[in-house]
């Protein structure tokens, strides 16, 4: 963690907000790097869930809802996280998260190192082992819409971006005529009040979430359940996440969220634990459209044209973190192996082995010196590749050097201006991963890299 923190950091891939003003805690700002990389995984979550299916359609809700949809979801009642105090240094815990401590999601599993509260844990501040009782603490954040602040007027940050998907299935399905099954998809910003943020972007207060609520036919969930489930740990891997940092956790039946039936956990080797959730697969059963209905007194049932039936669907929601996916592709490319040199040496090189459908740039344009001659040369090769794909221009420094740069960056080609240029007008191009070099004219180049990029 503290590699990959330092280069996110130094590559301009994540960096601490507020940072002149001493940082918020939980807080990060994605760079420029970063922004590109966040944004290719969105892109290629959209394009499998949406792009390339007939049966799902996109959505952006708003953030700030009805308070409504809230109290009729369940969230004002039972979204809340057990909440400590130590007595001695009065710091503030989620109790689950307390070392040694085996309860629901807590990522520690039942061993001989468990503990529970009564057993007194250890308060990983002063070292201490007394605390309050466990109390529930809300986890939405609250506000006020309009002039005056008081209760009228109270509204809430959303804690997630299902519910409107729910609150929108009607029109939704309307509108684009849709017939069951079929899934609404959405990208979008979450917020929580963590009590214990941390370990980097894996645990925010603000964060980026990529929901589908598939609906299905009630006796053809569970059936449904498990394709979603394979489709989900396919997407992955089939991005280069290696299938050894990955598992399925099915959920005990005393962590099941209040509206589900089941769930199974996509979880990675994150190295602050031993398994890290990534994304949830949940069968919601058909409980949010009933309470919608029922709080709302509209009408959220589907109508079967072919079997004439009407129905509340069943929901699969494969749930993804925006930020964590990033923190697991970043952990699982890093890596630092030894190169050689132009002099016939061997030194530490650090890569990114993304897959270059995630990589933020997908070629740096690198001219072998800073000379008059070779400038215009290679800003035109530039101007080539740009029009296609996110690309670098990097004249800063030994070519050596400016090779390393691009590594640590995941970028997968470059392209070097030399000047040989001048005279044959080919560009040396040099592969990320295997450091392979191909000498190819610059007319050639365009096709040359979109056989082997997005």
């Given at each position: 963690m503290d590699a990959i923190t330092s280069l996110a950091k130094r590559r301009g891939f994540v960096f601490p907000s507020s940072e002149i003003y001493g940082g918020l805690r939980s807080s990060w700002d994605y760079g420029p790097l970063g922004v590109e990389l966040k944004n290719n995984l969105k892109r290629a979550w959209w394009r499998a869930m949406v792009q390339l299916r007939d049966d799902v359609v996109g959505l952006d809700a708003a953030v700030i809802m009805s308070p409504r949809v809230w109290a009729a979801s369940g969230h004002l009642e039972v979204f809340t996280d057990p909440l400590v105090e130590c007595l001695n240094c009065h710091q503030r815990f989620r109790a689950d998260h307390l070392p040694g401590v085996h309860a629901p999601q807590s990522g520690h599993e039942a061993d001989e190192s468990t503990?529970?509260?009564?057993?007194?844990?250890?308060?990983?501040?002063?070292?201490?082992?007394?605390?309050?009782?466990?109390?529930?603490?809300?986890?939405?954040?609250?506000?006020?819409?309009?002039?005056?602040?008081?209760?009228?007027?109270?509204?809430?940050?959303?804690?997630?971006?299902?519910?409107?998907?729910?609150?929108?299935?009607?029109?939704?399905q309307q509108t684009s005529r849709k017939k069951v099954p079929f899934g609404i998809a959405q990208i979008g910003k979450s917020f929580r009040n963590e009590i214990t943020p941390g370990n980097f972007i894996y645990r925010m207060r603000e964060f980026e979430q990529m929901e589908l609520e598939y609906f299905v036919k009630p006796g053809t969930d569970e059936q449904w359940h498990e394709y979603w489930i394979g489709e989900r740990m396919r997407w992955y891997t089939d991005l280069g996440m290696r299938s050894e940092h990955l598992r399925l956790r099915e959920h005990d039946s005393d962590e099941l969220s209040h509206y589900s039936k089941?769930?199974?956990?996509?979880?990675?080797?994150?190295?602050?634990?031993?398994?890290?959730?990534?994304?949830?697969?949940?069968?919601?059963t058909d409980f949010d459209l009933r309470r919608h209905q029922e709080s709302s007194g509209q009408d959220l049932t589907y109508f079967d044209p072919?079997?004439?039936?009407?129905?509340?669907?069943?929901?699969?929601?494969?749930?993804?973190?925006?930020?964590?996916?990033?923190?697991?592709?970043?952990?699982?490319?890093?890596?630092?192996?030894?190169?050689?040199?132009?002099?016939?040496?061997?030194?530490?090189?650090?890569?990114?082995?993304?897959?270059?459908?995630?990589?933020?740039?997908?070629?740096?344009?690198?001219?072998?010196?800073?000379?008059?001659?070779?400038?215009?040369?290679?800003?035109?090769?530039?101007?080539?590749?740009?029009?296609?794909?996110?690309?670098?221009?990097?004249?800063?420094?030994?070519?050596?050097?400016?090779?390393?740069?691009?590594?640590?960056?995941?970028?997968?080609?470059?392209?070097?201006?030399?000047?040989?240029?001048?005279?044959?007008?080919?560009?040396?191009?040099?592969?990320?991963?295997?450091?392979?070099?191909?000498?190819?004219?610059?007319?050639?180049?365009?096709?040359?890299?979109?056989?082997?990029?997005p």
């Open positions: 503990v529970d509260m009564a057993a007194k844990p250890t308060c990983p501040n002063c070292g201490k082992h007394a605390f309050t009782d466990p109390r529930n603490f809300n986890l939405m954040f609250k506000t006020h819409m309009g002039p005056v602040e008081d209760a009228s007027n109270e509204v809430y940050l959303r804690p997630e971006t299902a519910q409107g998907m729910f609150v929108d299935f009607a029109t939704v089941r769930t199974v956990d996509v979880e990675y080797a994150f190295p602050f634990t031993d398994w890290g959730e990534l994304e949830g697969i949940a069968n919601r072919e079997t004439e039936e009407r129905y509340h669907p069943f929901v699969i929601e494969p749930a993804a973190g925006v930020d964590r996916a990033v923190l697991a592709f970043l952990l699982d490319a890093y890596r630092e192996e030894e190169a050689p040199t132009a002099g016939g040496k061997v030194e530490k090189r650090t890569v990114l082995g993304l897959h270059r459908d995630l990589a933020p740039i997908k070629a740096a344009v690198l001219p072998l010196s800073r000379n008059d001659r070779l400038v215009p040369q290679a800003r035109e090769v530039f101007d080539l590749v740009k029009t296609r794909w996110m690309c670098d221009y990097d004249d800063a420094g030994s070519i050596g050097r400016r090779y390393r740069r691009q590594d640590e960056a995941g970028t997968p080609y470059c392209v070097t201006v030399d000047f040989d240029t001048l005279d044959d007008r080919q560009v040396t191009v040099r592969e990320r991963d295997s450091m392979r070099q191909d000498r190819l004219p610059v007319a050639e180049l365009s096709d040359y890299l979109g056989e082997r990029l």
